[in-house]
């Protein structure tokens, strides 16, 4: 059998395939030829549409979120979500007023010895 001669058994749908090999346990969308890829991996692997136990909401934004959350703690961990991409974005802005002055010293530097 040919799926057994493979890395897993997505190999074939090369976009699921690359998403399980990356294990990075992001999120990601697909969109035209990788949704249409996505679909027929459905059809071939899942005919009975139990999508691997998630189901489809949609979100605040309109997007949909696949999710095996059950429906009275899905607002808990979209809470959580929002507060984790705060604190990201927190971490960023943090960087970014440390390596600011130092950016601003090394084109003074850069000014300096272009002119010399």
């Known amino acids: 059998m040919l799926i057994l001669k493979q890395s897993s058994s997505v190999e074939a749908f090369k976009a699921v395939h690359q998403k399980v090999e990356d294990g990075d346990g ?3 969308t ?3 030829c990788s949704l249409s890829v996505l679909e027929d991996f459905f059809a071939k692997y899942d005919c009975e549409k ?3 136990g998630l189901r ?3 979100g605040k934004n309109g997007g949909a979120i696949w999710t095996a959350v059950a429906d009275d703690d899905v607002e808990k961990y979209l809470r959580n979500r929002v507060a984790m991409h705060k604190k ?3 971490r960023i ?4 007023e440390i390596l600011e002055p130092k ?3 090394i084109v003074r530097i850069r000014k300096k010895n272009k002119n010399h």
């Open 26 to 28: 992001r999120s990601t």
């Open 30 to 32: 697909v969109r035209g």
């Open 50 to 52: 139990t999508y691997a």
């Open 56 to 58: 489809r909401i949609a």
């Open 88 to 90: 990201r974005k927190s």
């Open 93 to 96: 802005l943090q960087h970014l």
């Open 103 to 105: 950016l601003l010293r």
